[in-house]
């Protein structure tokens, strides 16, 4: 928000906030920028301030003026052949759906103190514990903190923690060893390092659709072909898998099956067993994301424990329970590829920080992480209930039973457009287009259960909508 | 080492012993075991363990008993093929040197408590200091270990470290801005980042050789094509600069000015100018690893900062001085290709963790680090002194002036049979093959000062080789 206590100008302040968002490409090339007169209502300031604002802009040659049409931002292709002429060489990077990632930027990096209906974790708050300092402090004694800083650690990291991670995954019947577990910086390298791993550049790879938006653009930004692979409630639509599996000989299918994000859908035993079949037939791999698992109901299905862990890999990891900033993920492989998961991790990153892989040993092994998932269960359905029922009542349907921590709304409008309007509005919503391989515009959104029970947040929803 | 006490028999132990070497392919397939009376003695145990320990490898399937030879270790293809038939899928990963990441997987991870010549860092007591425990414990107070743990934190990295990274390499005279950071993990986390965003697979990349084993297996995991460029004394062999630059337009330059890995060797003035006209000519980046610079001399001569941060992108890290486990790595990049960087970053491993970033801010902001790394370059001077002499006496000498962490230095032997043999005797080596694109063996080894002036290891060294 703007403030006039701030040691700049309101002006400077206005064309500052512009200009992240430009270069962060949350307001893409092309996007014309709010009339005057609605910038200046929207924050308060007056017409003067943002004509000022907008100039600066011209001058920074982000936007430019369209004769009687307003301000625009410009094309970044010319900005970096005007960076070029300027020294810098051409940038080669690959091509990734920069919109997408922008906002899943937002997604993880707040702007704003609203409550924020397109986050992908819970509140900070809804976190908090007593264990989580205490299982760090126990550590931070001078010795065990050397032992566990000054050297690299364990390749496949600390053996205490994939000990408690190997009794978790067989209580859950995935019958994983420790010696078949690779802790990751998240559940996002643990796919990195799958996919990178059993994919070359060019291979097709299936992925459900609506899924989440890092899958597809990582895929995409490591040159593999994604078929989508539409979900249904009870699983993947079979009937086009098969096709894929007669047509193109995908090598991994990639699968949420329990909470799946962004429909909640949980697998049903029948399609898992189908699914099984299909990858024993055609002889591929799965990589099941369990995300989830810390909010899954106790007799979910699992293709790795259908599976035994012989063709699948299980990842999961820490963020959406315990603390997404300590960036705990792991994964758990049969053996055939365990050793080259296992290099490619190395490739990577080397080893990862195992100070705080060993806190959260102890936070499992004392159930300090099972009474605390228990606590936001509860505390989940209070506030889907209320979520669900400010959705309805603002006109939104869902497209799926309402479950887990996300849901899949329809809002009857285009929600590429809202999600920019609502942007000016200081909220962050997640619109369709990212749930979709080709970012297919759509009237969906997904909406976080925990950050959405926010009665103004739906006002104005409800406002800007129209 | 075995030992009497433990709750596993002695044959079990020395069965497991080998059967971890044969699965991290520190003993590739083909390879002989030692003879039964041989590793009688090296392991101080009496023949008849020897033989029940082969026998269970023989049971597991590891190593094949051939008539009149003794045992070899089995084709891993045949066990993939052998997986197969029990229902696992068939490995697709990637073709990687399998036997370079075996070792370097050996050389972070210590198997034993000789002194390893070949390790890549310090022996943890060297970075013992009593302001790494502080800093942290300064920042486990609940609430700001609450507030770095649970939000993802800023995709570029903690804000407090990005500035003072930004004025450390000011004072080295590269300009960049805190909004020029990037953190990640480790420097080779950084290294893979540039390498995934500049390139796709199928592009030529050129890089030093002799150089770092995980950037030649991390790039032709990646798909790339490797053109390995001589580095001399003075720095890279600029004619086969030019002759690759003609022929295959590569797009990259992987290059390590300071202190070069093996050699030791520093760039010059001149040679760092004309590597600069050559990627101004051929319309190149350079990513310049500096992972050496808390040891490098005061007006070390840069690309970074001959060129300004235009065409070159600057990495760094801190597992050479404060905490490897830590896993603080950075790149500062020209704003032109920064965008692009961070998205690779965010589909990689999302965020970092803000905790050792935060801390290491203060290590360095204090002071603290840079006094650190005074001691430790003085400490490391009595080293390189002793191990210099040691080696000499031992009938080695030095391909490169001894400078800096390593030592590159001719044994008159083949150091991949080297190796072996010394791995046997508790000694992890760094064959000059490492070092190598292609891994074409050598009389060379790298050794590491600090863990090489020790009498013992060069007494069985000099035994072994012969």
Redesign the interface.
């Known amino acids: 928000m703007l403030t006039r206590t701030s040691t700049q100008s309101l002006t400077e302040q206005l064309a500052a906030r512009f200009a992240e968002r430009i270069?962060?490409?949350l307001l893409p090339p092309g996007t014309r920028l709010p009339s005057v007169r609605e910038c200046a209502r929207q924050q308060g300031v007056s017409p003067h301030t943002v004509v000022a604002a907008y100039d600066q802009l011209l001058a920074q040659g982000l936007v430019e003026a369209r004769r009687q049409r307003g301000f625009y931002v410009r094309d970044s292709a010319a900005a970096?052949q005007e960076?070029?002429a300027q020294?810098?060489?051409?940038?080669?990077?690959?091509p990734?759906p920069?919109d997408a990632?922008s906002l899943?930027?937002g997604m993880?990096?707040?702007q704003s103190d609203k409550p924020q209906p397109g986050m992908g974790?819970f509140p900070?708050?809804w976190?908090?514990s007593?264990f989580?300092?205490t299982s760090?402090?126990r550590l931070?004694?001078?010795r065990a903190?050397?032992?566990?800083?000054?050297?690299?650690?364990?390749?496949a990291g600390d053996a205490a923690l994939r000990r408690s991670l190997s009794q978790k995954l067989v209580s859950i019947n995935v019958p994983a060893g420790p010696e078949q577990i690779i802790t990751t910086?998240?559940a996002?390298?643990a796919l990195?390092i799958v996919s990178?791993?059993?994919?070359?550049?060019?291979d097709p790879v299936m992925v459900e659709e609506p899924g989440w938006a890092?899958e597809f653009?990582?895929l995409e930004?490591?040159?593999m072909r994604v078929l989508p692979v539409p979900r249904r409630a009870d699983g993947p639509d079979l009937d086009v898998m098969a096709q894929y599996c007669e047509a193109h000989a995908p090598?991994l299918f990639v699968s949420v099956s329990v909470f799946h994000n962004p429909t909640g859908y949980c697998l049903t035993p029948g399609s898992a067993h189908r699914v099984l079949q299909l990858?024993?037939q055609h002889?591929?791999?799965i990589v099941e994301d369990d995300t989830y698992s810390h909010l899954a109901p106790e007799h979910a299905t699992r293709l790795c424990a259908l599976d035994g862990l012989?063709?699948t890999i299980y990842v999961s990891g820490f963020?959406k329970i315990l603390?997404?900033?300590?960036?705990i993920g792991f994964l758990a492989a049969?053996?055939?590829?365990f050793?080259?998961?296992?290099?490619?991790k190395?490739?990577?990153?080397?080893?990862?920080?195992?100070?705080?892989e060993r806190a959260l040993a102890w936070c499992i092994d004392q159930g300090q992480l099972r009474r605390h998932a228990d606590r936001i269960r509860i505390r989940l359905d209070g506030a889907r209930a209320r979520t669900v029922k400010l959705a309805l009542s603002h006109g939104c349907t869902f497209v799926s039973e309402p479950a887990g921590l996300f849901g899949w709304v329809d809002t009857g409008v285009d929600t590429d457009a809202l999600t920019q309007r609502m942007l000016d509005e200081g909220y962050l919503l997640a619109p369709g287009s990212l749930f979709h391989a080709r970012r297919r515009p759509s009237t969906l959104m997904r909406i976080n259960f925990a950050t959405a029970q926010d009665a103004e947040f739906w006002k104005v929803f409800g406002r800007v909508r129209g």
Chains 1, 2 share one sequence.
Request: charged share 20%.
């Open positions: 270069r962060n490409r970096v960076g070029r020294g810098a060489v051409k940038s080669v990077a690959m990734l920069v990632s899943i930027r993880f990096h707040r974790v900070p708050d976190m908090e007593t989580l300092p760090l402090r931070t004694g001078t903190l050397q032992e566990l800083s000054l050297q690299y650690g364990e390749p910086i998240g996002t390298h990195d990178r791993t059993l994919l070359r550049a060019g890092i653009a990582r930004s490591l040159g090598k990858a024993n002889d591929f791999h012989q063709r963020a603390a997404p900033n300590w960036r049969p053996p055939a590829v050793g080259r998961l296992l290099e490619t190395l490739l990577a990153t080397l080893t990862t920080p195992a100070l705080f």
